[in-house]
């Protein structure tokens, strides 16, 4: 290719003779570091060629939970994580744990519909993330691909599709254990029943927010288990059983299921002066909901919360809908009892009576808690429990039970459901490696590995989803370079007076003397911690933790590790920073050096720290156990698929950074 020099390019070349000569004492310490590759580049940045070597794009996150018909007045909000793996692990018994130490990429809350609509930050080599929520009438878990920039998920529509691609089967075709269980119609293949009511029962949100609240269940972090947390509800020696007092009507509601078992659903009834002593004493096995479970390895479950079935009182004229007073309603599942549209015999099944349970558990003979809304005590709160020597949380079948009558039960053997305390705050997690070359404005020796610096921040929301409290971890991990050089990082356009409280806990590492004892660098407008002085005197592997909280309301994003920096020659200087390509730099900055060598900065357009297409002075890589290329090699060496996404724009391998040539690389031993 040929090169033509205009008269500008003439005026940096020159320029960078004159700049090199002038700082060459300064330099001559890392001449054999650069392998002497200073060589000027005179093709400048354009806006159509200018490549930022960002492996983080902007997402459009759109979530549509469908509330309108689930809660009265549509006001329920609700929380939700992406994650970029399965957030779960499930063992050969079925059961279900969250991945110890995983926190999800992006967390937020839903606006008062269960909508959500924004746009986030995320790698870019991401193709699919996993959306969770366990707030009932959202699905627990649902795998989203990410195309074109895009993440979008209707709920509505997502179940609709799993029952027009489910398979079919013949008409009444089951088979039941045996001749004491009744159904109330038909399923199809996916265990969705037929008999569901046409419209879906209506909710008023706090009874849904205070059963989140109880159920939530350990593996969401929602704090002790029921057994450890309420152990009132188990104090009285009481089965779980509705007791009818005055004539009513009875709907089961669908709410949750969180086991990986594929449990059946059901009541039983019985006078209530005469109560089942064995499970033998149980006649009639009522199917509500053939099939529950949150297996992401089985067919989907195309239940909805708010789905409800008129039950139905087995009395000598056959199946009416009016339960009559004196008699009562046991509920029941059968654990793991669904196959293939059949409901297999000899299942262990659970009782809300409980005489009629095992008592060789942790939880004794409590294997289900039944807990009534004060008021009109129309509404029950309905958990099972299908492993209790797991967790006991009672939320692997999660129901409400509504009694049309007001007061038409005898609640002497329940609970009431306790308020929800305090507010849930939404939790997710940035992290990854970032890197510096020390000789900008030289181009270096293109290792990129002079520091190395670990990110971890935790950033909590409000139900406003605004953030409240940043907690960023920077652990050294490698100094190739020999110039004494620091390390800080700015909050991207958060000023000073927006930060309630910055606390530095330097752990082993030398106080930074730039930051003056203060919480934020003094004289500096925006938020800006300087973490160390001199690389040099560092104790690799050992971290440093900012805690920040903020003025509420003020502050709606950032994205880790926001504006991270050097500081060049920190030991006599203050000015000569080098940040990720096309971050600002602080006032503090010597604007004198951009231009200079082979950084080709055009700072009135707002393009800082950029050479040519072929190479970065910084990088930020979205993987928290990278390996940085070893001292003097090449990193288009190091990471064979570098290059072609260097000349793809981004757009070819953009997970270059999982596939190392070990040879080259440094082992990550932090």
């Given amino acids: 290719m040929t090169t033509h020099l205009n008269l500008k390019s003439v005026f940096f070349v020159a320029l960078s003779f004159l700049f090199a000569i002038s700082l060459q004492s300064c330099w001559d310490e890392d001449v054999s570091e650069d392998n002497g590759k200073t060589d000027p580049i005179t093709e400048e940045p354009t806006d159509d060629d200018f490549f930022d070597f960002n492996m983080k794009e902007g997402i459009d996150l759109s979530i549509d939970y469908g509330f309108s018909d689930l809660i009265a007045g549509g006001n329920y909000q609700v929380l939700f994580n992406l994650y970029d793996e399965m957030p779960y692990d499930y063992d050969q018994a079925g059961n279900r744990t969250k991945k110890e130490g995983l926190l999800p990429l992006y967390s937020a809350w839903t606006d008062k519909t269960g909508k959500f609509s924004g746009t986030i930050t995320l790698p ?202 004196g008699y009562s309603v046991g509920f029941f599942i059968a654990e793991d009892a669904y196959e293939d549209g059949n409901i297999k015999d000899g299942a262990n099944i659970i009782y809300t009576t409980k005489a009629l349970n095992s008592s060789t558990y942790p939880v004794g003979q409590n294997r289900a808690v039944a807990l009534y809304e004060e008021g009109t005590n129309q509404m029950i709160a309905l958990g099972f429990e299908d492993c209790p020597a797991w967790d006991q949380d009672f939320n692997d079948a999660l129901f409400s039970v509504f009694v049309a009558e007001a007061n038409a039960i005898d609640t002497d053997n329940m609970n009431p459901l306790p308020p929800k305390e305090g507010e849930d705050v939404a939790v997710s997690e940035g992290s990854g490696v970032v890197m510096f070359e020390d000789l900008w404005p030289g181009k270096g020796d293109y290792d990129i590995n002079d520091i190395v610096m670990r990110y971890e921040s935790i950033i909590e929301r409000d139900k406003n989803n605004m953030i409240t409290r940043v907690v960023d971890t920077f652990t050294p991990l490698n100094y190739g370079g020999t110039i004494i050089s620091g390390f800080g990082y700015q ?154 996404w260097v000349e793809s724009n981004g757009l070819n391998n953009k997970d270059w950074y999982e596939t190392p040539n070990s040879d080259l690389v440094e082992e990550n031993i932090y």
Avoid at 623 to 643: C, G, H, M, S
Wanted: hydrophobic share 35%; charged share 20%; glycine share 6%.
């Fill in 491 to 644: 909050y991207d356009d958060v000023q000073v007076g927006q930060v309630k409280s910055s606390v530095i806990d330097y752990g082993v590492q030398e106080p930074s003397t730039f930051m003056n004892g203060e919480e934020s660098e003094p004289g500096q407008a925006l938020q800006t911690m300087i973490l160390l002085d001199n690389m040099k005197k560092i104790v690799m592997g050992e971290p440093i933790v900012v805690t920040t909280e903020f003025v509420e309301g003020q502050v709606s994003t950032l994205v880790p590790p926001y504006n991270p920096f050097i500081i060049v020659h920190s030991d006599s200087r203050r000015e000569h920073e080098v940040h990720l390509i096309n971050k600002r730099p602080t006032p503090f900055m010597d604007y004198g050096l951009f231009g200079q060598s082979n950084d080709k900065s055009d700072p009135d357009r707002n393009i800082y720290y950029v050479a040519d297409k072929r190479y970065p002075f910084a990088l930020d890589v979205p993987k928290l156990d990278f390996q940085w290329v070893l001292e003097r090699k090449d990193i288009n060496d190091a990471y064979p698929q570098f290059t072609e």
């Fill in 124 to 325: 870019s080599a991401l193709k699919t993330v996993f959306l969770a929520c366990n707030h009932f009438g959202a699905l627990g878990l649902v795998e989203v691909p990410v195309a074109n920039g895009t993440i979008a998920f209707n709920q509505k529509e997502y179940l609709a599709s799993l029952l027009n691609t489910t398979k079919t089967r013949a008409a009444n075709s089951y088979t039941l254990p045996n001749e004491d269980w009744v159904t109330l119609g038909d399923w199809n293949i996916a265990g969705l029943p037929d008999y569901l009511l046409s419209k879906n029962h209506t909710f008023y949100s706090n009874f849904l927010e205070d059963m989140y609240y109880m159920f939530g269940g350990k593996e969401e972090g929602r704090g002790d288990a029921i057994w450890d947390r309420n152990p009132e509800i188990f104090a009285a020696d009481k089965s779980m059983d509705i007791h009818i007092i005055e004539d009513t009507k009875i709907s089961m509601v669908y709410l949750q299921s969180n086991s990986s078992y594929q449990n059946t659903a059901g009541y039983y009834v019985y006078e209530t002066n005469n109560p089942p002593t064995t499970a033998a004493d149980v006649k009639n096995y009522m199917v509500t909901f053939p099939r529950l479970t949150n297996n992401p390895y089985k067919l989907p479950l195309p239940l909805q919360a708010g789905n409800q079935i008129e039950l139905m009182f087995p009395g000598e004229n056959g199946l009416t809908a009016t339960f009559p007073a």
